[in-house]
């Protein structure tokens, strides 16, 4: 945890220098601050909820993990592990085949 | 004698797109041809489901609605090989899907999960359904001018008045 710290603020230090130059000072300043403490830490519900199991024959579930134009939502918005988005790819996949989810739009 | 190769028997479950308005006896026959041949190869079906007609997300063969059967069963050897066959000669079949389940499949172990998971689906979708109307009821209790703006507390707040 302290090393993080420390990291982090070396990372600040380096930053500052930057804005100094004139360069990506507010960027960089916005994602430090977020790091800091803003947004919640999400949690992958396939692990919290044992019960939430994947299942490409699902619509709903495949749908709430599908974007309105048909893209699967990447894992930094869902919050899923690495495990469970990997499944998940490929239910979707599986569904999309069974004309359950669409390819392009989301066909609700 | 099921019982006996249960656990070494492997597991498959296919669901099947047949067209729209194609008539149950038609469905019937199909599901008939499945399952001789499911028991040629020795094994059985499983659970066998229809999930009615559905609209499809996109066009198959410019059908828009689809009806699906969806199928669990235990064969040895070439089960899949055979039924995707006659999948592919039945003109009426617009699409199908088979996933391999297990190796050593447990038909009742199966049915039991199954059912247990549906249950769960059923609990979180009527929990979802009594959280949005619960938020309709909060919404429609504040009249427009005088919505706070810390909405969960003043809802709270006026609950208790109430």
Redesign the interface.
């Known amino acids: 945890m302290s090393a993080r710290m420390e990291r982090g603020e070396g990372r600040m230090g380096k930053e500052d220098r930057m804005d100094k130059d004139g360069r990506d000072g507010m960027d960089g300043d916005e994602r430090g601050g977020r790091r800091g403490g803003f947004g919640r830490r999400k949690v992958c519900r396939f692990c919290a909820d044992l ?3 994947m ?1 490409y ?2 619509v ?2 495949m749908q709430s993990y599908v974007s309105e134009h048909g893209h699967i939502v990447p894992r930094r918005i869902s919050g899923n592990c690495a495990s469970h988005q990997r499944k998940l790819t490929s239910a979707v996949k ?1 569904a ?9 739009s ?2 609700a | 004698m099921a019982n006996t190769t249960a656990g070494k028997i492997p597991g498959y479950e296919t669901t099947i797109i047949t067209r729209g308005e194609l008539s149950d006896d038609s469905l019937k026959a199909l599901q008939e041809r499945i399952k001789t041949i499911v028991g040629n190869f020795g094994g059985e079906i499983v659970t066998s489901e229809d999930w009615g007609s559905r609209k499809l997300a996109y066009t198959i063969q410019k059908e828009s609605r689809g009806r699906y059967t969806y199928a669990v069963y235990t064969g040895k050897g070439d089960v899949v090989a055979e039924i995707e066959r006659n999948l592919r000669i039945n003109e009426h079949v617009l699409r199908f899907l088979t996933v391999n389940l297990e190796k050593e499949f447990d038909g009742a172990a199966f049915v039991a999960r199954r059912a247990e998971l549906q249950a769960a689906a059923k609990k979180r979708d009527e929990e979802r359904e009594a959280r949005r109307e619960e938020r309709m009821a909060e919404r429609r209790s504040w009249s427009e001018d005088r919505r706070p703006r810390g909405g969960r507390d003043a809802a709270v707040e006026a609950s208790e008045e109430a």
């Open positions: 019960e939430y199991v299942d024959k699902d709903r579930m599986r999309r085949n069974l004309a359950l989810v669409g390819f392009v989301s066909g």
